[in-house]
């Protein structure tokens, strides 16, 4: 369909153009051709109508001969051929439209007949004008295409980035899970079988919520709460919690999994090479106009190299990257007794830009 029939207010704007025109030309006739000021007036404003709405079909031949694609001789004799047959049937009308015009006995004779050389330049100039214009709206029509075509990509780039990123997390966790029942089953077959019973549970509810684009923050709490639940068993008294969660922040969109990495990391990394253990704080809270999440946990300075391949946090920087670009960040800060890893989202797009993977 023709872009100025798809809306109504531009096919308004479009015939008032050429309103605008046929008041030019009745101007013209009036002085130039000397023909009767009324009688102008009545011919020339629908004549000029009826040149827009031929001039509506150009559209179609514009499409078929984009510029930069067609040969210059082609567009040009098509172009030719195309306005001097429109501009011979705009000229026939008029004529028909100037007698029906006619009083019975009127005759304006010379007057009517020497219009004719202003119609003919009146109609080249109003043809050549709407085939310029509707090259300017093809030009733009097929810019606009462009940029939502690469929006389109973009969108699905993303998503396929996610995607993976989000694939990536299951088999981490699971072997990391796996290593921690091994540990168990040589000295604790009861709290062995007790963590298999927790991970069952785990897994269930973490593929469940792992559907999801996006979950509240407390739904992510839970999870990394059963997370640690899961591993007192096999570290006791050793590993202790405490999450302080701000109520007006419970409600805000986070991706599936999310602080899950960095718990286990706190965990794995840090609680576990200390002989006393320690304590795992997570934090939540509004600040400005942006959610801040904090995990912390102690470490010991004389820890052995990790053998882990650092999935867990560069996952999360991958994704908070992908999700909210600039707008949000992801801190590490790392000394010899202490881990604490801080995270910005924006707290108005936090859910707005996870629906847009969607």
Sequence with gaps: MHPILKRRSRLVLYLAVWIVFGLLLTVVFIFGGRAPPLWSLYFAVPMAMLLGMQSLSYWYLVQSMPPGETPIVRMVISWVAAGLASLV?????????????????????????????????????????????????????????????????????????????????????????????????????????????????????????????????????????????????????????????????????????????????????????????GEVCVTARRREGFVELIVENPCDPDRPPSRGTGVGLVNVRSRVETLCGHRASVDVNATDENFRVSILLPYTGAAAALRATA
């Design 89 to 277: 049937a705009w000229l026939v009308l008029g004529y028909l439209w100037a007698q029906y015009l006619l009083e019975p006995g009127e005759n304006y004779g010379d007057e009517t007949y020497g219009i004719l050389g202003l119609m003919i330049f009146a109609g080249a100039i109003g043809i050549s004008l709407a085939v310029l214009g509707h090259y300017l709206v093809g030009a733009f029509e097929r810019s606009r295409n462009a940029e939502r075509r690469a929006l389109e990509l973009q969108v699905l780039a993303r998503e396929a980035e996610l995607k993976s990123l989000r694939a990536q997390l299951d088999p981490h966790f699971l072997f990391n899970s796996l290593n921690s029942v091994a540990a168990l089953i040589g000295n604790d077959t009861a709290a062995a079988r007790q963590m298999c019973f927790l991970m069952a549970q785990f897994f269930r509810k973490s593929l469940t919520l792992g559907r999801e684009q996006a979950i509240p923050l407390s739904e992510e709490v839970g999870l990394a709460q059963t997370f640690l639940a899961i591993e007192r068993v096999r570290f006791g008294e050793r590993l202790r919690s405490r999450f302080d969660i701000a109520e007006d922040v419970r409600d805000v969109s986070v991706p599936p999994l999310f602080l899950q990495p960095l718990v286990e990391n706190a965990v794995h990394h840090g609680v576990a090479h200390l002989l006393e253990g």
